[in-house]
Structures are given as C-alpha cells and as structure tokens.
C-alpha cells in the first residue's frame, strides 16, 4: 500500500502543510499577539506576533491533518487515498490563505515569501499525487511522495530559521 509510508508526506504537504506545521503551540494556547504593530516603523505585525499567529494556524492545521492521515492509513483503495489527499492539498491551500492574511513583519517578506512558496510546491506535488492515485499510477505517486518529503525537509529548515514553534516542528499534535 503506497500511502502507508507517503501518509507523513501528505502531513508535510503543505501546507504548511504538511511537516511545517507542527505540534503544540508554547505559550498554552493563548494568541493575540498577531495584531501588535511594528512600533519602529507602525507597520506590519511583529515577529514575535506574526510567529505566535502563523503556531496557532500550524496547530489548527495539525489537528485536521492528524484526522485525514488516520483515514488515509485506514485504507487501500488507490481512490479513496486520492480522495483523501487532495482533501489535504485543500486543507493546506487555506494554510497558505492564512499565512497571507496575517501581513508580514517588516523585512522579513524574502524568508516568509520562500516558507510560502515551498508550501505551494508540496500542495502541488499533492495533489499530482492524488491524480497518479486516481489513475491508478502507484509509481508515479511514489515519486512525487519522495519529492514531497524533500521539499517538506526545505520548508522545514526555513520555519525553524525564522524561529516558528509549532510550524516546522516534527511533532503530531
């Protein structure tokens, strides 16, 4: 069964998907600071916000993900897995959505631009997986899985550059 294994790779998806989101937030759920304002220049979240924000979404997105993964384990029906995992690329693609609602702190447009950009790249790679799945290419899917897994190792390395606490952990929720 082709998934059993691509399963972590679907959570790597993406999205921020995917292995950039991690697992539990620091500061006990607690949020708000998203809305705080560079005060040097007054405009564009901080940092520390933007970073606080960007957890709380990885942690949403962890949690829905942690349900699609356990029914893509549950089964081996090449259609069902496809229908599953472009259910994640859509979860991710709202992911990516948020990460542009929430502003970027002043100078850091470059790395937040990359974090988002990898994260578009592991939905695309998803999603062709999904379709190779439906068509019933297993080794396709294989390929583009182990693709994934790159690209979600990229994503990674730049969320825990930038100091994200939940985004780019490895952890399930």
Do not use: H, W
């Amino acid at each position: 069964m082709i998934l059993r294994s691509a399963a972590p790779v679907a959570l790597i998806a993406l999205a921020f998907a995917v292995a950039a989101c991690g697992g539990d937030d620091s500061n006990g759920g607690k949020s708000g600071g998203g809305s705080q304002r560079d005060t040097a220049s007054g405009t564009g979240p901080t940092k520390a916000g933007f970073i606080e924000k960007a957890d709380q979404v990885c942690k949403r997105f962890r949690k829905r993900a942690a349900a699609l993964e356990k029914q893509l384990e549950s089964t081996s029906d090449n259609a069902r897995q496809a229908a599953i995992l472009q259910r994640l690329a859509d979860e991710s693609e709202g992911v990516v959505d948020a990460f542009d609602e929430l502003g970027v702190p002043p100078g850091d447009a470059e790395v937040i631009g990359q974090y988002k950009k990898t994260g578009r790249e592991q939905i695309g790679l998803v999603r062709r997986a999904a379709e190779a799945l439906a068509d019933g290419d297993t080794a396709t899917a294989s390929t583009l899985i182990k693709s994934g897994q790159e690209t979600g190792g990229r994503q990674r390395g730049i969320a825990q550059g930038y100091g994200f606490k939940v985004c780019g952990s490895e952890r399930q929720p």
